[in-house]
């Protein structure tokens, strides 16, 4: 039964504390799209994104005018496109650009799953998909990409990882002239999961249903607004405020994530309670870590605090939806988080501390730009270890770097909207190429053998 106190608090996150949807996805499977000829193919899944998808945006538009909660975006998500190039052959190309016309009538914000699934080895369609890559986000607007090169189940591919560094150089390479956009729009994943609604690394998995509903929830600043009123609390307190704050974001999520299912008729799949960060003022990560006492966010004691937070959101996100998800927790994308762009540029916090607290976190390296001469070899092992940190540890880990062509550290780039903006930051640049080259695959852990 809600009370009156928690309508007026609700209402006071959404107008003075950035609460918000971050966004609905509709994952849709195109399994049944395939077809031997490619053009009847990519006629099939055009049909279907827009049938499935054409009253997504203007649902969306109507639950936050009648229920007074923003929506940021509206998304699309899709089976993974090497496995529908499986069964054509042919340009992956032609798949992008009917993906970005779709979108085009849509009207969605982006759609993710130009995608392939690599961790324990290449299958058909997949390596010809990841070739194709950087001109895919060059060509198009709205497509995200994600590849997934390891699991805790299988190890890690190696030779997809060596591959992904070239890739990934290549993006931004291509992009160059829009402020290297490309690799901004393409995540690296070790232990992906199938229901993430979240760019862009979000695809629908093949265990999914033809057709669900995905919500992604946000609200760093009223977590961060609710801390401040117990400025003298102790640690325990603190997580106490924090899953009760998470409880209450949830919810909301919860409310809109039913309310689109029910009026586009489609299943409700999961909420995703991750706190996702914005480069405005108010909506920051970095900013929650600091109101639990540290100066600046990469201090000593920031990889303690983030645990603290990440558990906390968990705990009390999960008692309020019937079906949690995705990533869950909180995300440190340095270009989208105005705390850690601060922190990024004062040089209080380094790609090695970002690292750290990847282990403990719901992601990874993200939004991460670095000087554009960094090497393919060098991209490649930032990869791999991420990649063992999600491996060892059973937990997704990403990495999304974009490397700065033509530019060097203390140097900025300028993506606008939600990806934000971001200084050059430093890397290693002891060469990796020995150990990148030898391919092979990274065994599964022992943690894996639990059947």
């Known amino acids: 039964m809600l009370e009156i106190n928690d309508v007026f608090e609700t209402v006071n996150m959404i107008a003075n504390e950035n609460l918000d949807i971050r966004t609905i996805t509709m994952g849709i499977s195109l399994l049944d799209c395939c077809d031997s000829d490619i053009n009847r193919a990519c006629d099939k899944v055009y049909d279907k994104i827009v049938r499935k998808a054409e009253n997504l945006v203007k649902t969306g538009e109507d639950i936050e005018r009648e229920y007074g909660i923003p929506i940021i975006n509206k998304r699309v998500s899709v089976t993974p496109i090497s496995m529908i190039l499986a069964a054509s052959g ?6 992008a650009k009917t993906l970005e016309r779709a979108v085009n009538t849509i009207g969605v914000n982006f759609l993710g799953g130009y995608s392939a699934l690599v961790q324990k080895g290449f299958a058909a369609g997949d390596e010809a998909l990841i070739r194709s890559i950087p001109e895919a986000l060059d060509i198009t607007d709205h497509i995200c990409s994600s590849v997934n090169i390891g699991s805790t189940k299988t190890g890690i591919n190696m030779d997809a990882v060596a591959l992904m560094g070239e890739i990934v150089k290549q993006a931004a390479e291509k992009t160059a002239y829009k402020d290297c956009i490309g690799p901004a729009k393409l995540v690296v994943f070790c232990n992906a999961p199938e229901d993430n609604p979240f760019m862009a690394g979000a695809f629908h998995g093949a265990g999914e249903p033809d057709c669900v509903i ?14 401040s009123k117990i400025p003298d609390a102790s640690v325990t307190e603190v997580a106490e405020m924090v899953k009760r704050t998470a409880f209450k974001i949830t919810r909301v999520g919860q409310l809109v994530a039913n309310e689109a299912s029910k009026r586009l008729d489609v299943p409700f ?13 108010g909506d920051s990560v970095a900013h929650i870590l600091e109101e639990m006492g540290l100066s600046q966010c990469g201090a000593a004691g920031t990889t303690a605090c983030l645990a603290l937070l990440n558990d906390a959101v968990k705990k009390g996100g999960v008692m309020a939806s ?8 909180a995300f440190i994308p340095v270009s989208e988080d105005a705390g850690m762009i601060d922190a990024a540029r004062s040089g209080c916090l380094k790609i090695e501390k970002l690292e750290a607290m990847t282990a403990v976190c719901s992601v990874g390296l ?3 730009v670095i000087p554009g001469d960094t090497t393919p070899a060098v991209i490649s092992a930032i990869i791999a270890d991420e990649a063992a940190i999600g491996m060892v540890n059973s937990k997704t880990t990403a990495v999304r770097v974009i490397p700065a062509i033509g530019k060097n550290i203390g140097d900025e780039l300028e993506f606008g909207g939600l990806l934000g903006s971001g200084p050059v930051m430093p890397v290693n640049t002891a060469d990796p190429s020995k150990f990148i080259s030898r391919g092979g695959k990274i065994p599964a852990p022992l943690q894996s053998l639990k059947n």
């Not at 042919?90 to 798949?95: E, K, V």
């Not at 995905?214 to 801390?227: E, H, I, T, W």
């Not at 309670?273 to 003022?281: G, I």
């Open 90 to 95: 042919g340009d992956p190309l032609l798949y």
């Open 214 to 227: 995905n919500v992604g929830v946000s609200g760093p600043g009223v977590v961060r607004s609710a801390l």
């Open 269 to 281: 799949g999961i909420v995703d309670l991750s706190l996702a960060p914005t480069p405005a003022v």
């Open 322 to 329: 019937s079906s949690v998800g995705g990533l869950s927790g």
């Open 366 to 368: 993200d939004m991460i």
